[in-house]
C-alpha cells in the first residue's frame, strides 16, 4: 500500500504543507508547482518524506521545461504535471469556460500512457474515472494574506492495484 499527499499552487504557503505532511504520515508527497521551491523547502522540512514535484506556470517561462513527469507507485504509472500547458483554451478572461477537462488529457497523446493523471493550476478539486484513467485535481494549498483561501489537498491511496481518492480541506 502506498499513500500519497497531492499538493498543488502551495503559493509560497510551506508551513501549511509541513502541518499536513505531519497529520498525514504520507509514503511519498507530489507537489503539482505553483512555486516548486515550496517543495524543496519541504523536502528540507521533511527530508524522511520522498517529493515528487513538477514546476508551475509561476515557477518558470522557459519552453524547455520538464512540465510532464511521470512516475510509477505501487504499479500505477502516474502524470504529473501543473495542468497549465494542457488548460490554456480552458480559461477565457481568466473564468473557466464550460470544457471537459477529462476529455482534454486523454485526448492529448502525452498522457497516453497514464493510469493516473494529476493535475493542478486551476485552485478547484477536481476528480474523474474515464477510460481506465483517472484524473485528479487536489485544489490548492496555499493560503492568501490572512488565510481566506479554501485550502484542499488530496490523499492518494493505491493499494494493489485500487485506486482510492479523497479531498481533504483545512
Not at 510551506?14 to 517543495?39: C, W, Y
Not at 524522511?48 to 522557459?62: K, L, M, R, Y
Not at 504529473?80 to 476529455?103: C, E, M, N, Q, S
Request: hydrophobic share 40%.
Amino acid at each position: 500500500m502506498a499513500k500519497l499527499v497531492v499538493l498543488s499552487d502551495s503559493h509560497t504557503d510551506v508551513q501549511t504543507m509541513v502541518s499536513i505532511v505531519a497529520k498525514e504520515n504520507p509514503d511519498a508527497v507530489i507537489h503539482l508547482g505553483d512555486h516548486f521551491r515550496d517543495a524543496e523547502q519541504l523536502s528540507g522540512e521533511c527530508p524522511a518524506i520522498q517529493i515528487h514535484a513538477v514546476p508551475g506556470n509561476t515557477d518558470s517561462e522557459d519552453p524547455g521545461e520538464e512540465w510532464i513527469k511521470f512516475i510509477e507507485i505501487g504499479g500505477k504509472r502516474l502524470m504529473l504535471t501543473h495542468g497549465h500547458i494542457f488548460l490554456a483554451g480552458y480559461f477565457v478572461d481568466g473564468v473557466p469556460v464550460h470544457r471537459d477537462i477529462t476529455k482534454i488529457f486523454l485526448e492529448d497523446s502525452r498522457c497516453e500512457d497514464a493510469e493516473i493523471i494529476l493535475f493542478g493550476h486551476t485552485h478547484t478539486p477536481y476528480l474523474n474515472y474515464r477510460d481506465g484513467v483517472w484524473i485528479m485535481n487536489p485544489g490548492r494549498v496555499g493560503r492568501t494574506v490572512g488565510n481566506t483561501a479554501h485550502v484542499t489537498y488530496g490523499i492518494l491511496v493505491i493499494d494493489q492495484g485500487l485506486v482510492h481518492w479523497e479531498i481533504m480541506e483545512i
